[in-house]
Structures are given as structure tokens and as C-alpha cells.
């Protein structure tokens, strides 16, 4: 296999939140940076637990920190498409009732994954596109922010760079994902996007789509994928992973099994993050960096 796998895991415990910063090949200067503002996110997830929330909270919280962080290409800082504009993507999902939401090619809002949070809760859709997407979240109360203060000058150097045909030197993916278990053994998942950089108008990722980027199911775990999008959507790879914990396979095993079944099986690489129904964790990762931190009643630990 060209595809050299790293893998970690078998930690955690009880209330923990997991989360990465997307599968990429960040510049060695730049990992500490990465790694420590994935531990801001896990933190502020891991405070929402102590202070009762929910895993659906902690993993909606984590996410939100890492979307409005410029560092990480999702919410603000997303990349663009190749006309220049920002198409979001989000889903977010909880194991009890298997509840999920998620809005896809969404623009002008700086929090995708508190609109998807809001499907969930209304519960008669999963999933909403483009203007209805923008519809659905004006009706719940959010406002929309104007493209423009989305885009960040990285943002515009990256698809420059991409249209010239000129490899980038240090990126991150342009995903962020968490997942959660609380004390009551709900576990959860959110992944927040803004997809590749000069993407086609309409082209929409696997992070929207539950059981591709997202899924959770507190008979076996909670898994956020990242990496490239239309190998993840063909291999269900979020589903894939949990079935494996359902299958009594470790966290780790899961996370590091299905990365590897991404590259024999389409030559495609990428990341995962997984939590198991008692709070352990695993990651995996193909590419050549995933930032990632772990925060739970056990600790924490970050990385790239
Ligand atoms: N970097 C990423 O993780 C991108 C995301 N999975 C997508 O294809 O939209």
C-alpha cells in the first residue's frame, strides 16, 4: 500500500470530547499552532460537559470554536469555490435517537453547524441546500453575515494557487469534526466544512452528509471524517466506522481499518476521529498531518 497509516488511541474515558482540525500536510512550524487551538475547541466541549451540557452541546461548542478560529478552514476562513465564493457544509448528529441535521453549499453565515443543530432540533428535515438552507436558518433566527466577511486573504492565496496549478506547501484540509460522549452515554458527532478549494459551484462534500462525514450511534460510537470527499460519500465512511465499533472492533482499529480500506480500495487519503460507547478513542490518518486533541474527566492530549 503507497498509503502510510498513523494511528493512535485506546484512551479516554467518561465524558470525553474529541476533536481534529482536518487531514492535510500542515508545514512543521505550523503543528503546534494547529494542535493547540484543536485543544481550545476539545476544552470549551469538555467544559460544556462539566457544566451539564449534553455530548450534542459539547460537540456543537467544539465546533463552533474551530469554525470561527481563521486558523481552520471552516465557517470563517473557508476556502473558496472556483468562482471565489464560499459554499459551507455541516451536519451534526446524536446516537440516542439517531436525530441528525445539516445544510449543505450554504453562504453568508459564519455558523453552519449551530443551523444544522437547529434542523436537528426541529426534526422534519435532515438536510437543506443552498437558498433554502439560508431560508431555513434566517427562520430560526440566524443572521446572515455577508460572504465578505468570510473570506480571508489565506483563502483567496489558496484558490489563486489551485487555479495556477501551484501545490500548496502547508494546508490543513479545510474540515473540523468533534465527537462526544457524556455522562448519560449520549455520544455525538459534528464535522463543519467549506469543502475543497476550486471546487465546482454546487459541488457539495461529505461532510453534510450523514453517514459519510458524520454519524453517531450510542450502541457502538460516534466517528468525524475528513479528507477527500467523494472517496468518503462512496465508502459511507463515517457509517463504516461505527459499524466496526458495533461490531466489538476498538476505536482505534475502526478508525485506522476503515482509513486503510480508503486507500486500497479508491487510492484515497484522509482522516478520522472515533469514540467508542465508553469514552475511548481512536484516530487514524493517511495524509500527513490531522490535528486532533482529547479532553475528558481522564485528561487530555493533542497532536498533529
Ligand atoms: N478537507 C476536507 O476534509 C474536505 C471535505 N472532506 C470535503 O471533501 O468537502
Not at 465578505?148 to 490543513?172: N, P
Request: overall charge negative.
Amino acid at each position: 500500500m503507497k498509503h502510510v497509516i498513523h494511528s493512535l488511541g485506546g484512551r479516554g474515558g467518561r465524558r470525553s470530547v474529541l476533536v481534529h482540525g482536518g487531514a492535510g500536510d500542515v508545514a512543521p512550524e505550523r503543528r503546534p499552532l494547529h494542535a493547540a487551538g484543536c485543544l481550545r475547541a476539545a476544552r470549551e466541549g469538555a467544559r460544556v460537559l462539566s457544566e451539564g451540557g449534553s455530548a450534542l452541546d459539547a460537540v456543537e461548542r467544539a465546533v463552533r470554536v474551530l469554525e470561527d478560529d481563521p486558523l481552520f478552514n471552516a465557517g470563517t476562513g473557508a476556502c473558496l469555490n472556483e468562482e471565489g465564493h464560499i459554499e459551507l457544509d455541516a451536519s451534526i448528529m446524536e446516537g440516542r435517537g439517531l436525530r441528525a441535521g445539516a445544510v449543505c453549499a450554504l453562504s453568508d453565515f459564519a455558523e453552519p453547524i449551530a443551523i444544522a443543530r437547529a434542523a436537528l432540533e426541529d426534526g422534519r428535515h435532515v438536510l437543506y441546500a443552498a437558498h433554502g438552507a439560508a431560508r431555513f436558518a434566517r427562520m430560526k433566527g440566524f443572521s446572515p453575515v455577508g460572504e465578505a466577511a468570510l473570506i480571508t486573504e489565506a483563502a483567496r492565496e489558496a484558490l489563486a494557487a489551485a487555479q495556477q496549478g501551484i501545490r500548496a506547501t502547508s494546508w490543513a484540509g479545510n474540515t473540523v469534526g468533534a465527537v462526544a460522549l457524556d455522562e448519560g452515554g449520549l455520544t455525538a458527532a459534528a464535522t463543519s466544512t467549506g469543502g475543497t478549494v476550486n471546487k465546482r459551484v454546487g459541488r457539495v462534500g461529505d461532510s453534510p452528509l450523514i453517514g459519510a462525514g458524520t454519524y453517531a450511534d450510542d450502541e457502538a460510537g460516534a466517528v468525524s471524517t475528513t479528507g477527500h470527499g467523494e472517496g468518503m460519500i462512496r465508502l459511507v465512511v463515517a457509517h463504516s466506522a461505527v459499524e466496526r465499533m458495533r461490531a466489538g472492533i476498538d476505536a482505534v482499529d475502526a478508525a485506522s481499518g476503515i482509513i486503510a480500506h480508503l486507500a486500497e480500495r479508491l487510492d484515497i487519503t484522509g482522516g478520522v476521529i472515533a469514540l467508542d460507547r465508553t469514552g475511548r478513542f481512536g484516530l487514524a490518518r493517511s495524509t500527513a498531518t490531522m490535528s486532533w486533541a482529547a479532553v475528558g474527566d481522564w485528561g487530555e492530549e493533542s497532536g498533529v
